[in-house]
Nanobody, 120 residues
Framework: QVQLVESGGGLVQPGGSLRLSCVAS????????MGWFRQAPGKERELVAE???????NYVSSVEGRFTISRDNGKNTVYLQMNSLKPEDTAAYYC??????????????WGKGTLVTVSS
């Protein structure tokens, strides 16, 4: 059984910072791509940032220069450092990882999400 658990969300003022963490646990053999998605009320879920197993990063244009994705392979953890937050960054943030559990094939796994609210 593989699980992803996010943490680090909360309420922050515009211009502030937050750091999200996502830990993958369970019977993990290998982790490929890891990423963060977000979904604002009334909108579709969108990719925010992703990072491959060799460290290649990709960002949606709206967060370029403000957000930084990183991962610690030894801890099966992916982070999202969010700086210069804007009200339009308000959303539920979800972690996604492509994981091969022991005895299985690569599958997509999702966390349950953590809420980020940017408001004064």
């Amino acid at each position: 059984q593989v699980q992803l658990v996010e943490s680090g969300g909360g309420l922050v003022q515009p211009g502030g910072s937050l750091r999200l963490s996502c830990v993958a646990s369970g019977s993990i053999f290998s982790i490929n791509r890891m990423g963060w998605f977000r979904q604002a009320p009334g909108k579709e879920r969108e990719l925010v940032a992703e990072i491959t197993s060799d460290g290649t990063m990709n960002y949606v244009s709206s967060v370029e220069g403000r957000f930084t994705i990183s991962r610690d392979n030894g801890k099966n953890t992916v982070y999202l450092q969010m700086n210069s937050l804007k009200p339009e960054d308000t959303a539920a943030y979800y972690c996604k990882a492509i994981i091969r559990a022991r005895g299985d094939i690569y599958r997509n796994y999702w966390g349950k999400g953590t809420l980020v609210t940017v408001s004064s």
